[in-house]
């Protein structure tokens, strides 16, 4: 949302120019109402106003937000959505002012003309201290340039910005982060995304910056394309020590390596997320674990690290969520050496990508060595009766479990879970050859379970999801979403397609039977009624097949 500076509109009562009305105190008596006047009769006497009486619009009604304090007609702006609240605060000079007075977020159009428009801007919004500078796509050429930077720098609330995102500015080099940095001492998150500056510039925000607590760097265009020589370039870099930063993120970034130092020179750190960044990964965690031994959340995801660069994860004892996504180098044995190291891990995501290389040897180790994990993700992965049992023994406050395309969970990894999961709240099932048989063995097990989702779990039919559904009762809630397969052409499959046709030959029976108004807006409104349902009969024909014939 662009906003841009704007002389204050003239009140929208003219019989009463707008006036400021002071806060009350608890113990005042409220101000007397009034009722708005009566309106004259057409042709009436001569009493109405001269001003009015040639117009063929009433007088206005007494305007009662003058009544309401500044406190209370903040908290109205704060409730609405920020283009409501932008074209509201021109309605008056009174609004214009409440409403800049209580802006907290801002977020601007980072074009090259912002720099001439800030000093207005930060001067009607002086209590920003969330500031986001985007720039659209395509408009990279006319985004804000250093000099702008400048600008914007001079006229930032140096004293109040905590937060401070930057999108698209392409022209924007080091110097202007630098210079922007600078100017707000107090920031405290600072998230870079889409812009042409390299890791030196950071160096500048670690300086300037040293209440710093979130960084996150996604899709940078400056960085030296040199992934191969990565130490050369960490040697070049000499990241000042951020002791109060406690999060990193990055992300899409094809030489990522060079913020290791950075990462390295945080002993503070407690999150981490590496996504989608290239180059070998296994000797720069031995680097960082070792300089921030205190981590208790890490996201690796689409990275090439293997069991050695997961076995350096043995120092932080104090991890407590770890997310594997997409790592195939990863095998059971980095897993096992993580868990014997860090037992109070409570998350655990892993997505195998159906390499087959983590299963039940892993997470068994997981079983014996986190004895307090709470949540269980396994995408890809193909674990069996036997890990599955020994975690439902030992997890005893697992409370989240997600099996997702494990060929090897049939009923009965599913009777195993119902029988020795007796925390489970949360179960997700997708693409795991259950049937009923296995579904129904939660009738009596899990006694915690409170909600289940089932998707592309062809072997579970309608039938057994209703009867679970009156066995639990209503506090429970279960899922199901069956893909079908349009080729094989089968009417019969897990009993879908009768359920389907059933479902619209009840919707069809319930139209037939529906009483038609008489009147013109009963009509219309039934009119509009009807296509919604005949839109919704289309959708579900689509799903289920066409209706049987009548």
Same mark, same amino acid.
């Given at each position: ?128 201290? +969330? ?42 080099? #080091? ?121 208790? =959340? ?7 690290? *293997? ?52 299963? #039940? ?35 005893? *406050? ?52 409170? +909600? ?13 999801? =209703? ?5 639990? *009762? ?77």
């Amino acid at each position: 949302m662009g906003l841009s500076p704007s002389s204050p509109s003239k009140s929208s009562t003219p019989t009463s120019p707008p006036r400021r009305s002071r806060s009350l105190s608890p113990m005042a008596p409220p101000l007397p109402r009034t009722t708005a006047p009566a309106q004259p009769a057409a042709g009436g006497s001569g009493s109405t106003p001269s001003s009015y009486s040639s117009s063929p619009f009433p007088p206005p009604a007494r305007d009662y937000t003058q009544d309401l304090p500044d406190e209370i007609l903040a908290v109205v702006f704060a409730s609405l959505p920020p283009a409501d609240r932008s074209a509201c605060s021109l309605a008056c000079a009174r609004w214009k002012e409440v409403d800049a007075s209580t802006r907290h977020r801002l977020s601007l159009d980072a074009r090259a003309g912002l720099g001439h428009a800030a000093p207005a801007l930060f001067a009607r919004f002086a209590g920003v201290t +969330k500031l986001a500078l985007r720039s659209a796509r395509g408009s990279g050429a006319d985004s804000l340039s250093d000099e702008g930077a400048a600008a914007v720098a001079a006229a930032l609330p140096s004293d109040r910005l905590a937060r401070l995102k930057l999108r698209g500015l392409r022209q924007l080099s #080091d110097t202007g982060l630098a210079l922007l940095a600078a100017a707000a001492p107090a920031l405290r998150k600072l998230s870079v995304a889409s812009c042409t500056f390299g890791p030196k510039a950071f160096v500048a925000v670690l300086q300037a910056c040293p209440l710093l607590e979130d960084l996150s760097v996604k899709r940078l265009r400056g960085l030296p394309d040199t992934a191969g020589a990565a130490t050369a370039i960490t040697e070049e870099i000499k990241f000042p020590q951020a002791l109060s930063l406690r999060s990193v993120c990055l992300k899409d970034l094809y030489s990522a390596l060079c913020f290791v130092p950075l990462v390295a020179a945080s002993p503070n750190l407690r999150s981490l997320k590496i996504l989608r960044c290239s180059g070998a990964w296994d000797l720069p965690l031995e680097v960082i674990t070792a300089h921030a031994p205190g981590l208790v =959340e890490l996201h690796l995801e689409k990275l090439q690290v *293997g069991d050695k660069g997961l076995a350096a994860l043995a120092a932080c004892r104090n991890l407590e969520v770890l997310f594997l996504v997409k790592t195939p180098e990863c095998t059971d044995s980095g897993i096992i050496s993580v868990a014997e190291k860090c037992h109070k891990l409570r998350k655990l995501h892993i997505d195998g990508w159906r390499t087959n290389r983590i299963g #039940d040897f892993g997470l068994m180790a997981v079983a014996r060595g986190c004895p307090d994990l709470q949540e269980l993700v396994l995408i890809g992965v193909n674990p069996t009766v036997l890990s599955l049992r020994m975690l439902g023994e030992h997890c005893r *406050g697992l409370e989240r479990l997600a099996l997702c395309g494990c060929e090897t969970v049939g009923d009965a990894e599913i009777i195993c879970l119902a029988e020795r999961c007796a925390a489970l709240k949360k179960l997700c099932i997708k693409g795991c050859p259950v049937s009923d048989r296995g579904m129904e063995a939660l009738n009596g097990g899990c006694p915690s379970l409170v +909600k289940v989702k089932l998707k592309r779990c062809r072997g579970v039919s309608y039938e057994c999801i =209703e009867s679970l559904k009156v066995t639990r *009762g209503e506090s429970f809630s279960i899922s199901l979403d069956i893909v079908l397969d349009h080729d094989a052409g089968s009417a019969s499959e897990n009993g879908v397609q009768e359920t389907g046709q059933a479902q619209v030959t009840e919707l069809a029976d319930q139209m037939a039977g529906m009483d038609l108004p008489t009147n013109a807006a009963g009509a219309q409104s039934s009119t509009h009624t009807i296509n919604r349902m005949r839109s919704v009969m289309s959708a579900i024909r689509r799903r289920f097949g066409n209706a049987p014939p009548q």
